[in-house]
């Protein structure tokens, strides 16, 4: 079966970074386009970034275009998402996913960007 466990999360000041890690398997890794979700409380699903299977293409949200970087490692069926110069808007529980629509995604990991 599919599993995909996120981890990294935590909590940090306007401005700070966190590296999440999507730890796969259950699935042929190499061969999928990988994204990240997030949820902000009382919000719905919103995507942030994709990869593609090779990890040669990738794809941002315009809010957080230049500030976070989706990386795909096919050896290790790991997917990272760096994030650099947080704010509170990013704060929210991050997914990662097999699909835009978050049908298939692992348990989240809670970020939390506050002063």
């Known amino acids: 079966a599919v599993q995909l466990v996120e981890s990294g999360g935590g909590s940090v000041q306007p401005g700070g970074s966190l590296t999440l890690s999507c730890a796969a398997s259950g699935f042929t890794f190499e061969t999928y386009r990988m994204y990240w979700l997030r949820q902000a409380p009382g919000k719905g699903l919103e995507w942030v970034a994709d990869v593609s299977s090779s990890n040669a293409f990738k794809y941002y949200a315009d809010s957080v275009k230049g500030r976070f970087t989706i990386t795909k490692f096919n050896d290790r069926n790991t997917l990272l998402l760096q994030m650099n110069s947080l704010k509170i808007e990013d704060s929210g529980v991050y997914y990662c996913?097999?699909?835009?629509?978050?049908?298939?995604r692992g348990q989240g990991t809670r970020v939390t960007v506050s002063s």
């Open positions: 996913a097999t699909d835009r629509e978050g049908t298939t």
